[in-house]
């Protein structure tokens, strides 16, 4: 596990091993609790025994005495609570920017664009995710989470079922792991009023967070989708469990009935790539509408939450700033907890939450416009449960076996992917993952090819027994949650024969931070559709 180093005494040539992550540390620093009364500590301490976040002190003379004997590390940075998404499709994270041809007013136009969204984001993610060669959808679940790490997330959202794959490196919404924390569920397509009424309305009644996909589009069908929602007589399916995401659809005036929801998660980049607008969220939070933060996917949306923090402070300029740079910081922190009830694990640093933390270099900034303004390289460690997983060298060691070396930005990183338990990615590192993925999408083609003859192969195989049967049936590959019927291998050979090869392309895989890929702002400022206040301030 990784240990936290700190330089000795003046004139030690090298650093000295002074505290381990999972056991007993001091951290020392500028500390952004995002606590109910916004504390902000100049000179601060946190104090970590095993996961969790034994106390929080404004300065020496604060520190319980079983941590006044550890030496503090210092940080020399501003510390903050981890990042946390409410809204991401993980899965389809390895695919590159999409050049969105034109203005759509409604998800189901692009999702049935068979001559674009298919063989550029629907066919790929369906051949690497679901490929009978099980390395491509373990090197996507590598790939994905680092890079929300990358980024500070140590939550992330966009898993409709628990995948084994993804049990490593974040936090799950989904699968959490930790008893009496609320486990989410949601569903990502569009419902109408029946099977609201026979479904939805259920799910809310299981008393926990609920992600629906509602309004997502400018035009009326997209609005019908949140009028779906009255029940009559039955009142609204609309309650405090329910997590609202997108809501582009939405009218000023709707916002107050949507205020009885746990709250909304806005993707403001996406919202314009696709749509030319996003969110009313002025009017949302007139309305006493939450708002959490979420940057989407990779075919429409911000590499990570540090990038997605950005547009919405220009969109929140455009409207005269509304909310400000610590209400956008609550966005990914405090406010999504809450909004999932685990507001008393995480989202905050107070004694006895998760010591989920991330770390930036420097305090020089007025700390929530720091945080706003923070680019990759900037990032000094990110702590999980108390155990740092990424950090820049020098600040944090790892067993030579179990660290990884990365490059951000053009700072050098450890990685820390080691995991006791859960085999399945154990073992794997960032940079094979790399290679696997870059391989697989230069090769698209080809892969498109053999994909439905290995996939169809092992159909057989286990109708002539030579498999176990029950393979046909059983969860098969990482699931697509805009292909939910792709979840079984049998449904993946008879859907095979969709995938048009004369139309699937080569693809590059794009790389893991907007700071290493140069080309990033300018391709999005070439989209057809962004608006002029946002694509001359990116």
Known sequence: MGRFLQVGDE?????????????RTVLSGRIVTLDGSSTVHPAGFVCIEGDTIAAVAGDAKQLPAE????????????????????????????????????????????????????PEIRWPAKVLGSNPDLDYQRAIARYVEC?????????????????????????????????GWPVAHGRTDDARPRFIREDILEKLRESRPFFYHLAEGTDAEARRR?????????????????????????????????????????SPLSNFLLYGRTAHVEAALKGGVRIALGSDWSPSGSKNLLGE??????????????????????????????????????????????????????????????LVSA???????????????LGRRGLLHFAPEQQETVRIGGQAYTLDLAEASGPTLNGLSLASAVAKLTYGLANMPELARTYAADTCFLVRLAEQGRLPKALLDAPWGIELELDPDLGRLRENCDKASEIDQTLIRRLSLPPLTEIDDPSFRGRIRDNVNLPAFLRDRL
């Open 11 to 23: 004139g030690a040539p090298e650093p000295r091993l002074l505290a381990a992550g999972p056991e």
């Open 67 to 118: 941590f006044g004997e550890l030496k503090p590390i210092r940080t020399q940075g501003t510390i903050f609570p981890g990042l946390i998404e409410l809204h991401n499709h993980l899965p389809y994270n390895m695919l590159p920017l999409w050049d969105v041809p034109q203005r759509y007013t409604n998800r189901m136009q692009w999702r049935n664009d068979y001559a674009r969204y298919a």
């Open 147 to 179: 890079r929300a790490l990358f980024g500070g997330t140590t939550t992330a959202q966009g898993l409709s079922r628990s995948d084994e794959f993804y049990r490593g490196l974040i936090r799950n919404v989904e699968d959490p792991g930790e008893e």
């Open 226 to 266: 949140f009028l779906d929602l009255d029940m009559g007589s039955d009142g609204w399916a609309i309650d405090r469990h329910l997590i609202a995401i997108h809501c582009t659809g939405l009218r000023p005036e709707d916002f107050g009935r949507l205020s009885a929801a746990a709250g909304m998660v806005w």
């Open 309 to 370: 923090l950005k547009v919405a402070r220009i969109v929140d300029e455009e409207l005269g700033g509304p909310f400000g740079c610590e209400a956008l910081v609550r966005m990914v922190t405090s406010t999504p907890a809450a909004m999932l009830g685990w507001d008393g694990f995480v989202g905050s640093i107070e004694k006895g939450k998760r010591a989920d933390l991330l770390i930036l270099a420097g305090d020089f900034e007025e700390p929530y416009e720091q």
């Open 375 to 389: 680019v990759e390289n900037q990032i000094l460690a990110v702590m999980v449960a108390g155990r740092p997983r």
